[in-house]
């Protein structure tokens, strides 16, 4: 079989997690290619352990620019700019007869297969942290700033020091995140979130990748949303039975639905 190769991939995390990588997955399954290459962001190289042979990282201010990305595609990066990425990440290549190019659609998204095709595992994550009795949250955009702020106070008080806030630059309470006061930021913001998210005992986030990636590496979760269903019973649920999501409530509501998710999962 020829080597295959995948990208360049220029989109956001979500559709990285959720589309792409397991894409790349039930190919190489189906497949059984001599070799696998990646063309992607170069903070997200992790992602792709123990499964590629390659790693070529894109142009690092396409991955800096965080909000650009969206879905599979960087807003600022047309369809033309698109094609000479691609011609330079082929040109990575000395016998472009021997490799397959695989890649989606990039004007539009249109998975180059099925939903149900798409081949899901667990993410690797590092068990240096010891998180055992900490709570994560994480403030995502998805929601008011100020109501991220009454909850942040409400789990203060309850939790004290077992609290941390985590996000990337897409979430509020800035002031907050441990990961953005990091020299390291951009090349370690993802994969630490993979990490303290597997390790900790419990996240609370609004609906979005995070609560997704929660269910996928089967931890308990809250989150809440006007768009539950996905996460709930849909493709980004993944049987976790640990997991608690409501529609968008009243801040009073969301304040008691925490403090039970609390008092279950704080042994």
């Not at 004007?107 to 149900?116: I, Q």
């Not at 996000?167 to 509020?172: E, I, Q």
């Not at 009243?250 to 609390?262: A, H, P, Q, R, T």
Request: proline content about 4%; hydrophobic content about 35%; aromatic content about 16%.
């Amino acid at each position: 079989m020829k080597s295959i190769a995948f990208g360049p991939y220029l989109g956001d995390f979500k559709y990285e997690v959720f589309y792409f990588l397991p894409y790349i997955r039930w190919v190489k399954e189906v497949l059984n290619p001599d070799s696998i290459s990646v063309c992607s962001h170069f903070n997200r190289e992790f992602l792709y352990e123990n499964l590629i042979d390659n790693f070529f990282p894109i142009n690092p201010m396409l991955t800096i620019d965080e909000f650009s990305q969206k879905s599979h595609f960087n807003k600022n990066v047309y369809k033309n700019k698109y094609n000479s990425l691609e011609r330079e990440f082929k040109n990575s290549f000395e016998n472009l007869d021997e490799i397959d190019f695989y890649n989606f659609e990039y004007n539009r998204f249109k998975s180059p297969c099925s939903c149900h095709q798409l081949k899901f595992e667990r993410l690797k994550f590092d068990v240096k942290y010891r998180l055992e009795d900490k709570f994560i949250f994480i403030p995502d955009r998805i929601e008011r700033s100020s109501y991220l702020q009454e909850i942040y106070n409400h789990l203060k008080d309850v939790l004290g020091d077992k609290l941390i806030v985590i996000g990337d630059f897409k979430t509020h309470l800035k002031e907050n995140n441990i990961l953005l006061k990091s020299c390291n930021y951009h090349n370690i913001v993802y994969k630490e979130m993979i990490d303290y998210i597997s390790s900790c005992k419990g996240v609370i986030t609004p609906t979005s990748v995070w609560t997704g990636i929660a269910n996928l590496q089967d931890k308990p979760v809250l989150s809440w949303g006007h768009f539950v269903s996905e996460y709930k019973e849909g493709r980004h649920y993944f049987g976790n039975r640990k997991a608690k999501i409501y529609p968008r409530l009243e801040v009073k509501s969301l304040k008691n639905c925490i403090d039970k998710f609390l008092e279950v999962n704080f042994d």
